[in-house]
């Protein structure tokens, strides 16, 4: 049999055909896509346990099969053949198998697609340094660093080492040399991967996440020896983000921890998708830069002050999840109840909405405060009416 003629490949068809972006399988009840965040079931036939176990053992080289029944998880990705990629996990609940499986775009998006920040460009474009991108699963973490990788593909040169769990976007070389690691097929771990990274000569190292010390180690020491390290961590916002980094780390080196970030941090962005009344998706997003007072503050682990000197760099590129939800309202991309639920700080957003009048909304957002974008970055950022493309 052509292995395109499996039956994990007819639901990843239908998927594609049906614009959705993830498939559910799970043992009594009946195939589900997520269609514009709705999960809409396809037939009244709930899938048995049999039923998906036979589907999983068809399309799984043998070793990942009993790797999945050892660990009882497993990530991959695989492509139809149409060279569209899905990126799978496999677990168990209630001892019966599930799959769920999300569509990874073929094409790497361009900042343009997806209406991501500009000041990313210049984050990637950096020779040394730490770079770390932030948010929820599903928040488009993974497509906004793939364009900026992209962009660096484009833009600049050098050796780009990608160690992934597992690889979602395929990179064609163009200026840059690209050696994409995915763990369990290309490398064991990403302790191993990382271990031997510096003798592969790279210029920058991506690691698709940062979960234990280790991982964030070797992190600061890469930046620390003259290389860009471009990793996501899994936290709501850039001050959590701190906390996470140190929650790897005894309390008493601590405070090393924190000097070595003031040093080689470039920036932490955040991302939110946030849907509108019309089911489409916009971006919100958080950027901290570490320069100025931030670079004291993260040493002296103040993070409870990071955001009040955020909101008052606006104009050197910093942003805060409140003041970008704020702008979203005021151009009407979402609603007021939908800000208040993203929000990180709900009382103080809801005062602000309050006190906004309607009468001093301008169209073309001449008069904006400080406190909220320039027309020229609304530009940049484009936090406009057309719909992001993660």
């Given amino acids: 049999m052509n292995k395109f003629q499996k039956k994990i490949f007819s639901y990843l068809n239908e998927m594609v055909e049906r614009k959705a972006s993830d498939l559910y399988l799970v043992s ?3 195939v589900v896509y997520r269609i514009k965040d709705e999960l809409i079931k396809i037939g009244a036939e709930p899938l048995t346990n049999d039923a998906i176990e036979k589907i999983v053992q068809d399309f799984l080289e043998p070793d990942q099969f009993e790797e999945f029944y050892s660990t009882f998880e497993l990530n991959l990705a695989i492509s139809n053949e149409n060279e569209e990629r899905f990126r799978i996990n496999l677990f168990f609940q209630q001892r019966k198998i599930s799959l769920v499986a999300r569509h990874i775009k073929s094409v790497i998006p361009s900042f343009e697609d997806l209406k991501i920040p500009t000041k990313y460009k210049e984050f990637i474009m950096k020779e040394r340094g730490l770079f770390l991108m932030v948010g929820a699963t599903g928040s488009g973490k993974s497509s906004s660093l793939a364009s900026m990788l992209e962009y660096r593909n484009n833009n600049g040169s050098g050796h780009i080492i990608t160690i992934e769990d597992p690889i979602e976007f395929v990179f064609k070389p163009r200026n840059c040399i690209f ?6 097929i290309d490398t064991y771990s990403y302790g191993i991967a990382l271990k031997n990274a510096l003798r592969q000569a790279p210029d920058v190292i991506f690691i698709g996440e940062i979960r234990d010390r280790d991982s964030m180690e070797n992190a600061i020491t890469f930046s620390e020896t003259g290389h860009l390290v471009v990793a996501t961590i899994h936290s709501n916002n850039t001050n959590q983000s701190f906390e996470r980094i140190l929650s790897f780390y005894p309390e008493e080196v601590h405070s090393q921890v924190l000097m070595s970030l003031s040093h080689n941090l470039i920036a932490i962005a955040g991302q939110r998708l946030v ?17 100025g007072l931030i670079t004291d503050l993260i040493k002296e682990g103040k993070f409870t002050e990071i955001k009040d000197v955020m909101k008052s760099n606006i104009d050197n590129g910093m942003m805060t999840f409140d003041e970008c939800l704020f702008l979203m309202y005021r151009q009407k991309l979402i609603s007021r109840d939908t800000a208040l639920k993203e929000s990180d700080n709900p009382n103080n957003l809801r005062l602000r909405l309050s006190q906004y009048s309607e009468s001093n909304l301008s169209t073309s957002l001449k008069g904006v405060t400080k406190t909220s974008l320039t027309e020229n970055q609304v530009s940049n950022y484009a936090l406009n009416n057309k719909k992001s493309d993660f």
């Fill in 28 to 30: 009594d009840m009946p």
């Fill in 179 to 184: 050696s994409q690691r995915e763990i369990n």
């Fill in 275 to 291: 849907r509108n009344s019309s089911n489409d998706v916009n971006l919100a997003y958080e950027i901290l830069i570490n320069e």
